[in-house]
Structure formats: C-alpha cells, structure tokens
C-alpha cells in the first residue's frame, strides 16, 4: 500500500467526517489512485492520460494551453508532453497561427490506444470507483457534481455550507 492509498483510508476526525471540500478532495484522491493503476499497465501515468483525452476532443494545443486548462504545472507539462512524445504517442508540430509556438497533437499511435485500450480502461477506472452506487444514484451523482463545478449563476463562493 502506497502513502497515498494510506492517506485516502485513513479515518477522518469527527469535526472533518461531513465536509463536503475535504470529501470531494478525498474522492479525487481516490479517483486519481485507480486511474493510474488503470492506465500504469501502459506505461502511463493519470496526467499522460488527461493530455491524451485534452487532444483528442479539443485537437492540437500548446503546452501552455494544456498546462492553464487542465491545472496542471507548466513545468510538469513539459515532462508530460516529453515522455508521450517519447512513446511515440503526440508530436510536436509548428502552430499555423503563431510560428513560434509549437501545437501538441496525437499520433496516429496515440489515437489507436487511446480509443481502443485507455478509453475501455477509463471506462473501468471510473466503474470501479463508482461502484458503491446504484446506477440511479451514478447519474444524480454525475448531475450534482456538474452543477458544482457549471451551474454557479449568481452565487457567490462562501456560501450555505461547510466548507
């Protein structure tokens, strides 16, 4: 069992127990860790498999555009976009809008893992990590977490809640 695994199954003190911030962080802990367990017998990490799926539905981006969408450190970026290159997985390519910049795309490699053996194994990972609810529940759970993070209208952060 690996720190992180420890950390995720490790009780919670009581004033923490109903939190819904330290709950959903611990969920994405939880989430992360079966990803890249998922994904590991690839040769892959979690992060390798975000910037995959970023390119496919969205298309060539710079590192930078990657990096700033998907909160990932510019710094680690750079190792991420080496190592898929690396693999044979992305190629760098001039930007035809900037020709300084250099567009990240997929490989024709790339493609074909990821639609015919990452996405299945997403597809898994995220069963996995929902199995605890009823398929009912997995789609009002899916609704309330997009509203979360999209439906915001007019609120203002800090809120009704716990934090």
Same mark, same amino acid.
């Given at each position: 069992?690996?720190?992180?695994?420890?950390?995720?199954?490790?009780?919670?003190?009581?004033?923490?127990?109903?939190?819904? #911030?330290?709950?959903? #962080?611990?969920?994405?802990?939880?989430?992360?860790?079966?990803?890249?367990?998922?994904?590991?017998?690839?040769?892959?990490?979690?992060?390798?498999?975000?910037?995959?799926?970023?390119?496919?539905?969205?298309?060539?981006?710079?590192?930078?555009?990657?990096?700033?969408?998907?909160?990932?450190?510019?710094? $680690?970026?750079?190792?991420?976009?080496?190592?898929?290159?690396?693999?044979?997985?992305?190629?760098?390519?001039?930007?035809?809008?900037?020709?300084?910049?250099?567009?990240?795309?997929? $490989?024709?490699?790339?493609?074909?893992?990821?639609?015919?053996?990452?996405?299945?194994?997403?597809?898994?990972?995220?069963?996995?990590?929902?199995?605890?609810?009823?398929?009912?529940?997995?789609?009002?759970?899916?609704?309330?977490?997009?509203?979360?993070?999209?439906?915001?209208?007019?609120?203002?952060?800090?809120?009704?809640?716990?934090?």
């Amino acid at each position: 069992m690996s720190a992180d695994s420890a950390s995720t199954d490790a009780p919670l003190p009581d004033f923490l127990a109903g939190s819904p #911030s330290v709950l959903l #962080s611990k969920a994405n802990d939880l989430f992360n860790q079966i990803l890249e367990s998922a994904v590991e017998p690839f040769g892959l990490r979690s992060k390798d498999f975000i910037v995959l799926t970023a390119i496919e539905s969205i298309g060539p981006q710079s590192q930078q555009q990657l990096a700033r969408s998907h909160g990932i450190d510019r710094t $680690t970026m750079v190792s991420v976009v080496d190592g898929l290159e690396r693999a044979g997985l992305v190629q760098r390519a001039r930007n035809p809008d900037d020709r300084r910049k250099y567009a990240i795309a997929l $490989t024709t490699e790339g493609q074909a893992l990821l639609r015919h053996k990452l996405g299945p194994a997403m597809l898994n990972a995220l069963d996995t990590f929902l199995a605890p609810f009823a398929p009912e529940e997995r789609e009002l759970f899916s609704k309330f977490l997009w509203r979360l993070v999209h439906d915001r209208g007019a609120e203002q952060p800090g809120g009704a809640g716990t934090a």
